[in-house]
């Protein structure tokens, strides 16, 4: 009789939450203010939305299963070769095929703990073992522990630059050191998911793409953050042409839709709204570190757009709290932070929204006894 393998078994699956709207029919509420998955609070990149729109009388096509012309504009945007790049279903497809492509039982990945919560699962879903890297403290990640965590039967290793959910981040300086006793035999997954927000915030962060023939190093990047398309699932890995070749081995045929291709490419060119996301995401930011300041919170300084906050408080409790007073928020007692909560930094209508809201829940747990 046919079930479902044990190693599947045990993955953890992750659980999404409901529909803004779904929320608003339960609870009663309006406006419902979503700040749990890092979007881009300004909405889509102009340009790419305009390009769908322009090209939605193609729908009954089927999409170019190259990808040619978003590979090609991104090659021209990262200084590359189009055999350099992987299209793929967000930046999760692209681990999820290196894990199939380099993972295996007998073999293990090398990754820290609080770190993105895809890699646990492309992992044991290869059915290789894992070792996990202690952090440092609770929010930063160790490089000198990753290197020693490796050994002969570590094929591939994942590092979040910055790391999410913490957004913290390791300099350039410090990534080189770092690859000087990488070796040469082993795949380095450098997740750059957040790399634009880190530039950004002026912080000195490696160009990992610059670094992909000095050893085995693939770069992912997505379109989902600062680009604002997270809807279409849109995401790219940059590495050697023998890596981008194996993981085309694997991937499904027109594995990218003509809607994620064209916004991607006009995306690109869309450098008003870049840079018009990365100052929004700095005068948010500092706001909101003043009004923790004044709260008395203590909060992770970020180089992403959002922030890790520890309110002293059980998580699931502020997290219901703020879901009832229509402020949605990332809880984060699963990652092990009891006390934390992750917020995306918002416009600043919805920062402001937020913190009169979070005042009122801390107020309101304080009064009934509860934590500090």
């Known amino acids: 009789m046919f079930e479902l393998s044990k190693q ?39 340009k790419g939305v305009q390009a769908i729109i322009g090209d939605l009388k193609n729908l009954h096509r089927y999409p170019d299963g190259n990808s040619y012309y978003l ?30 492509a380099y993972l295996r039982p007998g073999v293990n990945a090398v990754y820290s703990e609080k770190s993105f919560a895809v890699y646990p699962i492309v992992v044991q879903l290869a059915g290789a073992e894992h070792k996990v890297v202690k952090a440092k403290d609770d929010y930063y990640m160790d490089l000198k ?5 490796i050994d002969d039967k570590t094929t591939v290793v994942f590092l979040a630059n910055p790391n999410n959910p913490t957004g913290t981040a390791f300099s350039k300086k410090e990534f080189e050191e770092f690859l000087k006793e990488f070796p040469d035999d082993v795949l380095l997954v ?51 042409e023998e890596i981008i070749a194996d993981m085309n081995r694997i991937r499904q045929p027109f594995n990218v839709t003509r809607p994620a291709q064209v916004a991607g490419v006009a995306a690109i060119e869309d450098k008003m709204f870049i840079k018009q996301s990365q100052v929004v995401n700095e005068e948010g930011k500092k706001y909101l570190y003043k009004e923790f300041e ?10 992403t757009n959002f922030i890790l906050i520890d309110t002293g408080l059980p998580t699931r409790k502020v997290f219901e709290k703020l879901i009832h007073k229509g402020i949605i928020v990332r809880a984060m007692d ?20 937020f913190i009169d809201k979070l005042t009122e829940v801390i107020e309101e747990l304080r009064e009934k006894g509860i934590g500090g």
């Open 190 to 240: 450098l997740d750059e998911a957040y790399y634009e927000y880190a530039i950004g915030a002026g912080f000195d962060i490696e160009n990992g793409i610059e670094y992909i023939y000095d050893k085995n190093i693939l770069v992912t990047r997505t379109f989902s953050k600062i680009y604002g398309l997270a809807g279409l699932r849109l995401g790219y890995a940059v590495a050697k």
């Open 71 to 100: 590979k090609n504009t991104l090659a021209k945007h990262l200084n590359v070769k189009p055999e350099n790049i992987f299209v793929g279903l967000g930046s999760n497809e692209a681990l999820d095929i290196i894990a199939r």
């Open 294 to 303: 004044k709260l008395g919170l203590e909060y992770v300084p970020t180089y």
């Open 334 to 353: 699963g990652y092990g932070f009891p006390t934390c909560i992750r917020i995306t930094i918002g416009t600043m209508k919805e920062n402001i929204t």
């Open 8 to 46: 599947i078994k045990k993955v953890h699956v992750y659980e999404p939450g409901k529909p803004i709207e779904e929320l608003e029919k339960e609870l009663g509420i309006k406006n419902i203010i979503k700040l749990a998955s890092n979007e881009n609070p300004l909405g889509p990149s102009p």
């Open 145 to 149: 522990a990753h290197l020693d965590a």
